[in-house]
């Protein structure tokens, strides 16, 4: 039951939030001469928990306050187990590209505080460690121990929720970022 009450908690003022922050999106859209905002992107991810996106344009030049690119989270669903992590996927990709004239078998780097998005890979059995794309595909996860996403290659904070559930069986965040127009 407490498990319960602490999720209705976070729905609600995840709610109330999303209701605040629409309300000054419409504010912004008039004032700035937005065009409307276009359709959804397709999800980055099918599972696990992705991004997609979507734009709007600028009616008067380059005068209008605010965004053009606006996010929400998508493919929420459990991934099946023999689909695999994510990033490990991504470093996986690079095991048929030469590096340095040879071939290897790239394993992912998880938790590096100083760029959390990037995709960095060690070779398996050697010490060799390379940062093999400067960004993570959208949806990749920040580190193993929270919800925060990578977009765009800029690591999204959850701002809600995080410490009141596991990260398990498909609960993801919900966020509100005014900055970037997460919705």
Not at 17 to 25: C, F, G, N, Y
Not at 55 to 78: A, F, M, P, Q, V
Request: charged letters at 20%.
């Amino acid at each position: 039951m407490e498990v319960c009450m602490t999720f209705l908690f976070c729905f609600v003022l995840c709610f109330l939030h999303l209701q605040t922050s629409r309300i000054a999106r419409s504010d912004e859209d008039k004032e700035g001469a937005w065009d409307a905002w276009g359709a959804w992107s397709d999800c980055s991810r099918t599972c696990g928990g992705g991004a997609s996106y979507s734009l709007r344009r600028c009616l008067n030049g380059r005068n209008c306050e605010g965004r053009n690119i606006r996010y929400k989270t998508c493919s929420n669903n459990d991934c099946p187990s023999d689909v695999g992590d994510f990033r490990a996927q991504q470093c996986s990709a690079y095991n048929d590209v030469k590096y340095q004239g040879h071939f290897y078998e790239w394993l992912p780097v998880y938790n590096d505080p100083s760029a959390p998005c990037a995709l960095k890979c060690q070779a398996l059995g050697k010490k060799l460690v390379v940062e093999l794309a400067p960004k993570v595909l959208d949806g990749t996860r920040c580190n193993v121990e929270s919800l925060d996403m990578c977009i765009s290659g800029i690591c999204q904070v959850c701002q809600y929720c995080l410490s009141k559930f596991p990260i398990s069986k498909g609960i993801l965040c919900l966020w509100f970022n005014v900055k970037y127009t997460f919705i």
